[in-house]
């Protein structure tokens, strides 16, 4: 009986074990690769984006003035107390025209030095300048225009930045509200029609505005006066309040 014949087998070299190796890892590489899944794109939401608008017209109930008193003496005590006695008078008329005493705010007290020059440039002295100015909010608007008068004659010698203003804008800012939301409905049903693709729900609503303006235009409103009172109109105002609204396309 004959024995198995060895074959001998040549030891490997550690160049070529290397080269097995890597060949090895280039072929489990490249089946990876094949049977990697592409990435998908995300789709791109379609949607329309549309703004509306909603005016309301109000008319006015409250006011807020800046009332103010300006005294000039060479010397600041005086300056000071002239100052204060036209400002308390100008308070007193105030309180009885129906202001109420937390609805007049010192904006601004104010002392300062001003050099004084003839026309040939020579110094002429110092002079003191002193200014008291409260901020009022008149609610009783019938009677703006006798204030207003009262106070002048009272000493009141800066009158500035009369604004008309509406105390409760509640319900305004929810009428404006509901037309500027009807109003972007109607454009985006018109675009989504036209572009011929059904209108879906809304994502987003952002809003904008809703502070009240002057109308200056002739919508009726005003105040009669006669020769003791300062002449006022009242006008309107219109608060408009705009929205975008962005509709998903189905």
């Known amino acids: 009986m004959c024995s198995p014949r060895k074959i001998p087998v040549p030891p490997i070299k550690p160049v070529q074990l290397v080269l097995v190796l890597i060949a090895g890892f280039l072929l489990v590489g490249c089946e990876t690769s094949a049977t990697e899944v592409a990435p998908t794109s995300t789709p791109q939401p379609r949607n ?66 001003e050099q004084r020059f003839d026309e040939n440039g020579n ?12 901020f009022v909010t008149v609610r009783e608007l019938s009677n703006l225009g006798v204030i207003m008068g009262s106070v002048v004659e009272a000493g009141a010698n800066s009158i500035f ?14 009428q404006a509200r509901k037309m500027a939301v009807e109003n972007a409905q109607v454009k985006a049903e018109e675009l989504a029609q036209a572009a011929g ?39 309107q105002l219109s ?4 929205v975008t609204v962005t509709y998903d396309i189905r």
């Open 48 to 113: 329309i984006a549309v703004s509306g608008t909603g005016k309301v017209y109000l008319t006015p109930d409250i006011a807020t003035i800046s009332i103010g008193v300006h005294n000039e003496d060479e010397n600041a005590t005086r300056a000071v107390e002239s100052n204060n006695a036209q400002a308390e008078a100008v308070t007193g008329i105030l309180l009885d025209g129906g202001v109420e005493a937390e609805d007049i705010k010192i904006s601004n007290f104010n002392i300062y030095p």
């Open 161 to 174: 930045g009369i604004q008309f203003d509406v105390a409760d804008k509640t319900q305004a800012l929810s």
């Open 197 to 235: 693709v059904p209108l879906g729900e809304i994502q987003s609503i952002n809003e904008f505005g809703g502070v009240p303006v002057p109308v200056f235009e002739e919508q009726g409103g005003g105040l009669e006066t006669t020769a003791d009172q300062v002449p006022v109109n009242l006008g």
């Open 239 to 242: 608060l408009t309040v705009e």
């Open 123 to 134: 110094s002429s002295g110092t002079f003191y300048m002193v200014d008291n100015t409260v």
